[in-house]
């Protein structure tokens, strides 16, 4: 069973910048592909953005392109999110995931092995 740990959260002023970590358990991590989604208070949980397991093709929600990055290091284990430019509407949870299939990236349904979530606030 894979586990994530997200790190990387916290308080932000608006037009400020957060980098997201997600470090997985297991190092087969590299095979498969990796999601990030974020959940407001009282709103649906939303696709921010997924990398394909060697970083081949990189997705993006219409919201966060052109400010969030994604990225993979396969050797740490490791995901992040570069956020930059952040609004208050970025405000949420946000949480890394496994994608299996390697297709279906912009639902949560193919998805598993969520992680914890990790509290970003940006102020404005």
């Known amino acids: 069973q894979v586990q994530l740990v997200e790190s990387g959260g916290g308080l932000v002023q608006a037009g400020g910048s957060l980098r997201l970590s997600c470090a997985a358990s297991?190092?087969?991590?590299?095979?498969?592909?990796m999601g990030w989604f974020r959940q407001a208070p009282g709103k649906e949980r939303e696709f921010v953005a997924a990398?394909?397991?060697?970083?081949?093709?990189?997705y993006y929600a219409d919201s966060v392109k052109g400010r969030f990055t994604i990225s993979r290091d396969n050797a740490k284990n490791t995901v992040y999110l570069q956020m930059n430019s952040l609004k208050p509407e970025d405000t949420a949870v946000y949480s890394c995931?496994?994608?299996?299939?390697?297709?279906?990236?912009?639902?949560?349904?193919?998805?598993?092995?969520w992680g914890q979530g990790t509290q970003v606030t940006v102020s404005s």
């Open positions: 990398i394909t397991w060697n970083a081949g093709s990189i």
């Open positions: 297991v190092r087969t991590l590299g095979r498969y592909a």
């Open positions: 995931a496994v994608n299996r299939y390697n297709s279906g990236y912009y639902s949560s349904l193919t998805y598993d092995s």
